[in-house]
Structures are given as C-alpha cells and as structure tokens.
C-alpha cells in the first residue's frame, strides 16, 4: 500500500459538534485502554502519539492534532513507517512496539528506555534514562529490604524490635530474621519460607510505588511529587501574567491537582497494606491481585 493510499485510510474520528446539554466528559475516550499508552517518540509529528489495541487485537497509534487538524487521527501501527519518515530512534522504537503483547504504559517505558540508552536519540536521552534506571533499581533495592525489615517490626515480636535495617544484609541478620518469623508462620499455619517468598514478591510488585521513606520511593510515587510540585510553579507564574494567560494556567494547575489527589489516594491504600503486612501474607493470593490492579490503575492514570 502507498503512502497516499494509507494517509486517505486513516480513520479521522473527529467527534461531532456537541449539543449544549451534552456531558463534556462524553467527547473523551471512555477507558484508560481506548485512549492509549503514551509513546516518546521524537518525531515531531508524532510527539503526543499513543499506541493502544484496536478491533480485533490489532495494535493501533492515536495521533491528536495531525498537521494541526482538529481530533484525533488513528491508524494501524505497523503503517506508521510508510506514512512518516522515522528517525533512528523512533525506527527502534517503533521496531519493538510491533512486539510487545500488551501495550500499557509501564511495557511500552520499558521498550523506550531500552532503546534512549543505546544513544541513538542522543546523548541527553541516553543520559537521562541510564540515572534514572539506576535510581529506580537503587530504590527498588532498598525497598524490598525495608519490607522485609517492617515485616520483622510487625510480625516478628519483642525479640527484633532493637534489629536494625542493615543487619538483614549479613547472614547472622537473616537467620535471626527467620526465627523470628517462625512464630507468626506456626500461628497462621503458613512455612517461613513462603513468608519470605511473599514479602519478595510483595515487594517487587509495589516497586513502581515504593515506600514512603528515603531511598525507597518507587517512580510512580516520585512522580506525583514532581507534579504536584509542578502544578505549585504554574499557579505562581501565573500570577504574573496577563488574563488570558492565567486562565488557561489556572485550568492546568486544577487538572494536575486533581490527578495527584486521586493518585495519591491509591498510594496510600498501598502504603496502608504495606503497614498491615500480617493481613497480606494470611491472604496472599487476594492481596497480590488487589496491588497488581492498583499498580496498574496507577500507572494508566499517571500515563503521559
């Protein structure tokens, strides 16, 4: 198929002009799943790209304001080299989105970091995302050692109260970790070494949140701090400028404080299973489905 032939394809799903009793929210995509995973595509035209799984399972990338139209335009992913001319790092990109079997927002990170440390997007990009994959497994780390610490807290008695974070790095530390969790393990009729399997894999599954303590703060968590922060910065700028201007950053300031509100209430449902470990390990199987949709709610609302 041609470029012309693809471009003339493409569906335009410009929505029709809304009757004033309409809902505004009805002129938006009615899930996390339609409107798509956000893709750092360097391509200016592609710059506010998402890809997301259309009919039939076919993969799908939604393009808002294409060469300044109005609405959204959308077409089959493995089109999208035949119709725009790609740079190396979008090429890559593109290359291993046709592969992924899910396209959520953490799958598609994932691929896009893989490919910005290579350097083909640049120097900066490289950099960037080399510090930021290393501050994301130093915190990831830390954080599964400090669940096993507040776990010890919690569960293990009188006997490791005094037990210091660091003690659990030598041998000496775990096994006295492990008898103290032998207790709790008899109690609820639950071997100590599936204690320890489940607050592994409890951890690395609440990583992208973290715990609330230095070092420990997963991107997700670090993320909504960032916002927040940047919602701060925009309302103050704005206070300085013309009426217009205010306006429009007074509406971003309200949306952004908004999205850090509802995210930081899921937040603190995981930091409240986090503090209640005894109920998470008697129940494992459910509370390992609840974090999965709470991590993964996250994400999604978080996305872009």
């Known amino acids: 198929m041609t470029k012309q032939k693809i471009v003339q394809s493409v569906s335009h799903k410009t929505p029709d002009a809304p009757q004033a009793s309409e809902h505004p929210l009805a002129c938006l995509p009615q899930s996390f799943l339609l409107r798509g995973a956000r893709t750092p595509f360097t391509s200016k035209s592609l710059r506010y790209a998402r890809v997301a799984e259309g009919k039939g399972g076919r993969a799908m990338v939604n393009l808002p ?22 740079s190396v790092h979008d090429r890559m990109l593109f290359d291993r989105l046709l592969e992924l079997e899910t396209l959520r ?13 290579t350097g083909v997007g640049g ?27 507040q776990a010890l807290l919690q569960l293990g008695g009188a006997a490791v109260q005094d037990m210091k974070r660091e003690e659990l790095l030598t041998m000496e530390g775990q096994i006295r970790a492990r008898k103290a969790l032998n207790r709790f393990s008899s109690e609820h ?40 922060k940047f919602a701060s910065d925009v309302e103050e700028w704005s206070n300085s400028e013309q009426a217009d201007f ?31 470990l005894g109920k998470v390990l008697t129940n494992w199987e459910r509370a390992k489905n609840d974090i999965a949709k709470m991590i993964d709610h996250l994400w999604w609302l978080l996305d872009g």
């Not at 139209?69 to 119709?83: A, H, K, M, N, S």
């Not at 120097?123 to 915190?139: F, P, T």
């Open 123 to 149: 120097i900066e990009l490289a950099r960037v995302n080399n510090a930021r994959g290393q501050e994301e497994k130093s915190s990831r780390e830390l954080g599964q050692l400090a669940v096993l610490h």
């Open 105 to 117: 927002p953490n799958t598609v990170l994932e691929q896009a970091r893989a490919v910005a440390i």
């Open 65 to 86: 304001g294409l060469a300044g139209g109005l609405g959204t335009y959308e077409l089959p992913l493995d089109t999208l080299r035949e119709v725009f001319d790609l």
């Open 189 to 228: 009729k639950v071997a100590n070494d599936t204690i320890i399997d489940s607050l592994g894999e409890w951890s690395k599954m609440s990583a992208p949140v973290g715990l609330a303590l230095d070092g420990c703060q997963g991107p997700l968590r670090v993320l909504v701090r960032d916002l927040k």
């Open 246 to 276: 205010r306006f429009m950053a007074g509406r971003i300031s309200s949306a952004t404080k908004a999205t850090c509100e509802h995210a930081m209430k899921l937040i603190s449902q995981v930091d409240g299973w986090n503090n209640e």
